[in-house]
């Protein structure tokens, strides 16, 4: 790939990268969360997702996968002329979805032609990522979510190595029902390790490198 931005604006301009199925010419497109980057040229596909400390990774991703994306409906609401619409978080507005969708639910989109393929609900023991907040990147089951009208809602998240933390409503984002994920997920599984885990992997690498 590119070492330098010249580099970069060449490879973007011989219209080489794909974003979302479209190709971009712009080197400073931006691209979010859940986006789908393609070099077809390379033969390379990835997936833009949170890493356990917060940081984008690019995730690589099958031929199967690269055909949809998730998203988080922010917004449900009926236009002027009477008709149904979400609003997601990428900036997609979908028309006559289905009626069970509703706000904070994910919808699995197809690239090529837009269209909802189906969707998850918002409902306690799915399996959710967090995109916002000290906790982004984790993934975990949706415990429990208090309610708090006139404040945030907070939801109570659980990783698979069974610690519990908890998070703003709209920071979190379903990825899978119960126990399965949509999406595959980069090294780690979106299970945060402490201080001393780390060490202890930093350890025993340079006694294998030695």
Known sequence: YALTGKETKMICMQKLVKVDGKTRTDPNFPAGFMDVVELPKAGDQFRLIFDTKGRFVLHRISDEEKAFKLCRVKRQELTLKKVPVIVTHDGRTIRYPDPLITTNDTVKVDIASGKVISFIKFEVGN????????????????????????????VTVRDAAGRSFSTRL?????????????????KGKGVKQTILEEREMIVKKRKLIV
Not at 131 to 146: A, C, S
Request: glycine content about 12%; overall charge neutral.
């Open 170 to 186: 709209e920071n979190v984002f379903v990825i899978g029902s119960k126990d399965s994920s949509d999406i595959t997920l980069p």
């Open 127 to 154: 399996m959710c990522m967090i995109t916002k907040g000290r906790n982004t990147g984790r993934v975990g089951t949706i415990m429990h979510v208090e309610k708090h009208p006139g404040s945030f809602d907070i």
